[in-house]
């Protein structure tokens, strides 16, 4: 039996499986819904994973349905289901029953970041001990489903356009189609997802950009002449950047971040290293001071932050303390500004030591670094980015016509 409740199951880590309903659950919807909660928990009872109901999508539950979930999870009092209910008229509907086997979030993200780091399992004597690593990978997990609970919205509006500009049966459909051009193209799918939004329709049934060059010549400058590599290959491009950066300013770590249309150029994670997963939840998505690199982008300029516990902004903010907790205690955030004179994201680095302060000699080639950076983010957008609209465009499947 296919179930009638609009329902998707997001990728999951080995500690946590999350299920997204949408749509109203009303009293017809009651069988579905029990038969759906039945194997989802029965599948995460079985595999040892936390259940997350997301039901941001939900527009109403009625009071059977209620009843529903309460059967469903009322022997659960000690290990709860997480229930994601962003509305307040769903939420409030939850809240009033009193169900002790969930727990309510407004948020995916906020769910996600109430999960315990599972206990450490039992060591029998002889074996050796979890490896140093093993509470920090638990911990990766959950930062990126955290951050990717940040752009479920974004992605959500692009399969919503995806579903009626071609007329694909359902959100699985045209996530499947994102995905399929974002393997093909390596563009991540939240970047694809935000140049559907923000582009303007097809042109014609056939292109979507009709006219346009598919590939002008990349820029060329000496970072990418030293780097040699493929161009297209958008991780290795930004490894080396980020590496360069770190040699040439005796950084501990570094992190870029690009700037998102679709979310009012707020600052999104592309690459790092050495750095934390705690630091890294909290910068996956930027969209103000008193975090450096919102600053380095406000400004259009470079800041620095020789000292971050004497910061004040930063230092009571929740960035600064997963800073200084890794060990952080200088930043140095440039911004990627084109030759436009558009700010296209960040590059900042980090020191374990406070009062560190870059040479005249090593901002300059700080700002030539970054400048390429620009010049080859904007090619890209330009050239990889429009690529996967057109793959989009020509491989989508239209909904079978109806015998």
């Given amino acids: ?160 356009m995806l579903m009626a500009r071609y007329d694909l049966p359902g959100p699985a459909a045209a996530l499947t189609l994102l995905r399929t051009a974002s393997r093909q193209l390596d563009v991540p799918v939240r970047e694809l997802a935000s140049a559907v939004v923000t582009a303007p329709p097809p042109g014609t049934a056939e292109e979507w950009f009709p006219g346009r060059v598919t590939h002008v010549p990349p820029p060329v400058g000496a970072f990418l002449r030293a780097y040699g590599g493929d161009v297209l290959d958008r991780r290795e491009v930004l490894a080396a950047a980020v590496h360069e950066a770190i040699a040439l300013s005796d950084a501990d770590g570094a992190e870029v971040h690009f700037t998102d249309a679709a979310q009012d150029d707020a600052l999104f994670l592309d690459h790092h290293h050495g750095l934390g997963a705690a630091y890294r939840d909290q910068v996956a998505l930027v969209t103000e001071p008193p975090v450096v690199c919102a600053r380095a982008r406000r400004q259009c300029e470079s800041v620095t932050v020789p000292d971050v516990a004497a910061d004040p902004g930063l230092a009571a903010h929740p960035a600064g303390h997963a800073l200084l907790a890794a060990g952080t205690h200088a930043v140095h955030s440039t911004p990627l500004v084109t030759t436009d004179g558009h700010c296209a994201g960040t590059l900042t680095l980090h020191w374990g030591k406070p009062g560190v302060r870059l040479t005249s000699e090593q901002r300059h080639a700080l700002d030539t670094l970054t400048t390429e950076i620009a010049a080859w983010r904007s090619w890209y957008l330009r050239t990889v980015v429009l690529d996967a609209l057109e793959y989009l465009h020509r491989h989508h499947r239209p909904r079978s016509p109806r015998s």
């Fill in 1 to 160: 039996m296919t179930s009638r409740i609009p329902l998707t199951v997001q990728p999951t880590t080995d500690q946590v499986a999350v299920v997204c309903l949408s749509g109203p659950l009303g009293a017809d919807a009651c069988t579905d819904l029990a038969l759906e909660l039945e194997q989802h928990m029965g599948r995460a009872a079985q595999q040892g994973q936390r259940l997350v109901l997301d039901l941001a999508g939900v527009e109403l539950v009625s009071a059977a349905a209620r009843r529903t979930i309460q059967r469903a999870t009322d022997h659960l009092v000690h290990e709860p289901v997480l229930v994601v209910a962003a509305r307040p008229s769903v939420r409030g509907v939850l809240e009033q029953a009193h169900l002790a086997g969930i727990r309510l979030h407004e948020t995916l993200a906020d769910a996600l970041a109430s999960l315990p780091l599972p206990p450490a399992p039992e060591i029998s004597p002889g074996t050796p001990p979890p490896g140093p690593d093993q509470a920090d990978n638990m911990r990766e997990e959950l930062s990126g489903l955290r951050a990717a609970a940040r752009t479920n919205g974004l992605i959500g509006i692009a399969q919503g």
